[in-house]
Structures are given as structure tokens and as C-alpha cells.
């Protein structure tokens, strides 16, 4: 072989080892070799992120070849707009029921059993039951009232026209007491009405705790 030729060998040997030895000081440098497959199903490979392949998934590869991780693709605004919201979403779920587990541990520290729930539902509705039978006191009066109304009225009977104008104002309060008595009855009746449903509603909650299974809200 031709002295000259083979020296031309030897350079280009050189160069190409230098050029292996170059790209492998890149390689090394930016962390590995990015590769994905893009939009029109081409395989693409880069010593960094490839932009074309920003909305699919990209490995990247070490020295070895093996894969080191794979990176998700970057989200649109939208996309982004969406996650960040299903997040919020997940977030306040995990608010509420941190929330729910304090409102449990409270609840039974307050009622660790049937007995002292029971005694605070009755406790609740001793004075809506007292003002409901004062209530109705009250009305007896107003009733017994109306019937000696009644009996004087009887003087009248024939001749209505005479009704003196104090009985007539007598009545019509008798009937404003009465209307205020019966509505302020309906009142307290739709109170403990309420009161028992939030007992209930307790109860429901507490028996669950009672025996440890998990509720609907857990």
C-alpha cells in the first residue's frame, strides 16, 4: 500500500475517533439522548428536548442505551387549565373530609354512646315542650274568656245592633290572643320538629362511628 494512502487512512481513523469521542463528551454533558416518534411517525433523536415532540411522550436514553425516564408530554394552556382544576377539585375533597374526620372525633367526644345522646335530645326539648305548654295556657284563658264573652253576648242575642262597642273590642282581642297563642304553638311544634331531625340525623352519623364502619362521607 502506498505510503501516502495508508497515512490518509491513518488521519481519517483519527478524525472519527475524535468525532466518536466528541459526540460522547455531548452525550455526557446534556444528561443523554432524547427520542421520540412524532406526528407523521418519525423517529426522532436529539441531545435535548425535541420540540416536535412537545405534545407526545419523549425518552431519554443514557450512553447505554437504556432508558433513563420518560417525559410526559407538556400541556396546553387548556390542558393545563384543566389539570389545575381537577387538582383544586381533589384538594377540597381532601379538605372536606379532613374536616369530616374533626366533626366525627368531636361528635364522639361529645356522645361516646346512645345513652348521652339520648339525654341531650331530651335536655333540648324541655323548654320547647315548656313554652308549647305555657303556650297552651294560655289558650285555655283566651277559650275561657271567649265563653263569658259569649255568655254576655247572650244579653244581645235578639238585638245584635245593641252590642255595646267595649264587648265588641273584647272579642276582637279575644280573637287576636288566640290567633297569636295557636301560631306561636305552631312555632315551637315545627322548632322541636327540627331539633328531632337533627337528632336523627346525628344518630345515623353516630351509629356508624359506634361501630366503626366507615360512613358515606368517608
Not at 181 to 209: G, H, M, P, T, W
Request: net charge positive; charged share 30%; with cysteine.
Amino acid at each position: 500500500m502506498p505510503v501516502r494512502q495508508k497515512l490518509h487512512r491513518q488521519v481519517l481513523s483519527c478524525c472519527l475517533a475524535a468525532a466518536g469521542l466528541w459526540h460522547g463528551l455531548v452525550v455526557a454533558q446534556s444528561g443523554g439522548i432524547y427520542v421520540c416518534v412524532d406526528a407523521k411517525g418519525r423517529k426522532l433523536t436529539s441531545d435535548r428536548p425535541i420540540p416536535e415532540c412537545i405534545d407526545r411522550e419523549q425518552r431519554e436514553l443514557g450512553p447505554s442505551g437504556s432508558v433513563r425516564r420518560t417525559i410526559a408530554p407538556t400541556l396546553t394552556a387548556q390542558e393545563r387549565s384543566l389539570l389545575e382544576a381537577q387538582q383544586r377539585q381533589l384538594q377540597d375533597e381532601a379538605n372536606k373530609l379532613q374536616e369530616q374526620k374533626r366533626r366525627d372525633k368531636v361528635l364522639m367526644a361529645r356522645f361516646p354512646n346512645r345513652e348521652a345522646h339520648d339525654k341531650v335530645r331530651a335536655d333540648s326539648l324541655v323548654q320547647i315542650n315548656e313554652l308549647i305548654k305555657s303556650a297552651q295556657g294560655e289558650v285555655a284563658q283566651v277559650l275561657k274568656q271567649r265563653k263569658q264573652l259569649d255568655q254576655e253576648m247572650e244579653f244581645y242575642k235578639r238585638d245584635p245592633v245593641k252590642v255595646p262597642m267595649a264587648l265588641k273590642r273584647q272579642y276582637e282581642s279575644n280573637d287576636a290572643s288566640l290567633a297569636l297563642q295557636q301560631s306561636y304553638i305552631k312555632e315551637q311544634e315545627a322548632e322541636k320538629n327540627r331539633v328531632n331531625a337533627r337528632f336523627d340525623a346525628e344518630l345515623v352519623k353516630l351509629n356508624q362511628l359506634w361501630s366503626g364502619a366507615p360512613s358515606a362521607t368517608r
